[in-house]
């Protein structure tokens, strides 16, 4: 993809940005100013190192330096690219963590190919965590109070939960023994950060609920992934409506017979996507030349089972 003259980005991200630059300016450095000084395991200086990883500031892409212990070095060009597209559209969602060196300067802590991406898409500034030095131990109490706040969207509490994995170098089950949930809580949260942003804005933005979006998570292809949101969005469908829609797309259809199958008419193939869309599971229509054959309607439990017939009873 190549380099663009300018930059466009969509109005929101611009509205971040400006309001951002201001917590760059002298009360940004103050608050740094005032860690440096304050003497450590102290209250006032768990208050400043509280405040400081829990607010995103906006830093300009040519102040960073890569770590130089970054440990991976290589990435897939097309996914890089891929990123980079993405974040000319929707802005970089998930902000990355840095290291304040002092004055302007700061170092990558994690984020790399977030930053890569980011200019390889143009970006003068990146939204970003900033961390002191020696503030492990802080950075975890003050990541851990902030996800116990109850406004959290389910968006802000995974982008927590992957710092505290990443920066505080724990394993998922140390990360759930930290924040006091079970394990498959916090794998669930985490595996939010794999859908697209499109769909992880209409998560923060309360359009779907969380059992919408675990249900989505479950498709590994993000082209169906999306054509699924659009569904849900387009028909308003409920978390169980989209279970069953999910399911109906990933069951495997029977093999009729073990000769070559005859050619299925396009009006045929037509009916049985409605009727799979209609009744949210599973049709199959088997029509002989004579014009005999039958439908199925595949259904996996009793609930879905009675799902269906209320609706056929509705039919009649």
Avoid at 95 to 116: A, F, K, M, N
Avoid at 159 to 183: A, F
């Amino acid at each position: 993809m190549a380099a663009t003259d300018s930059l466009s980005l969509p109005p929101q991200m611009k509205m971040q940005m400006t309001s951002k630059k201001k917590e760059l300016g002298k009360g940004l450095r103050a608050l740094l100013t005032n860690i440096e000084n304050t003497p450590n395991n102290t209250p006032e200086k768990s208050n400043l190192v509280k405040e400081l990883t829990s607010s995103i500031a906006f830093i300009p892409v040519a102040s960073i330096e890569v770590n130089p212990f970054q440990p991976r070095t290589e990435f897939d060009p097309t996914e890089l690219e891929e990123l980079s597209h993405s974040i000319k559209i929707h802005g970089l969602i998930q902000p990355i963590t840095v290291r304040s060196l002092g004055g302007d300067q700061y170092q990558l802590i994690s984020g790399e190919r977030r930053l890569r991406a980011s200019k390889m898409a143009e970006l003068i500034e990146v939204p970003a965590y900033i961390r002191v030095a020696n503030d492990q131990e802080m950075l975890e109490m003050a990541l851990i109070e902030n996800i116990q706040r109850s406004e959290l969207n389910a968006i802000e509490i995974a982008i927590s939960y992957q710092r505290l994995q990443e920066e505080c170098n724990l394993t998922h089950e140390l990360l759930s023994d930290r924040v006091g949930k079970n394990r498959s809580t916090v794998t669930n949260y985490l595996r939010l950060l794999k859908l697209t942003p499109e769909i992880q804005n209409s998560i923060r933005s309360g359009e779907i609920s969380m059992g919408h979006a675990r249900a989505l998570v479950g498709i590994s292809d993000l082209t169906i992934q999306l054509m699924v949101f659009k569904k849900l969005q387009a028909d308003q469908l409920s978390v169980r409506e989209l279970e069953y829609y999910i399911r109906s797309l990933q069951e495997k259809p029977e093999p009729v017979a073990k000769s070559k199958p005859a050619e299925i008419h396009p009006e045929v193939k037509k009916i049985t996507t409605e009727l799979s869309e209609k009744f949210g599971s599973r049709v199959q229509i088997n029509r002989a030349k004579d014009g005999k054959g039958q439908i199925t309607i595949k259904f996996g439990s009793d609930d879905e089972f009675n799902r269906l017939y209320d609706l056929l009873r509705a039919e009649g």
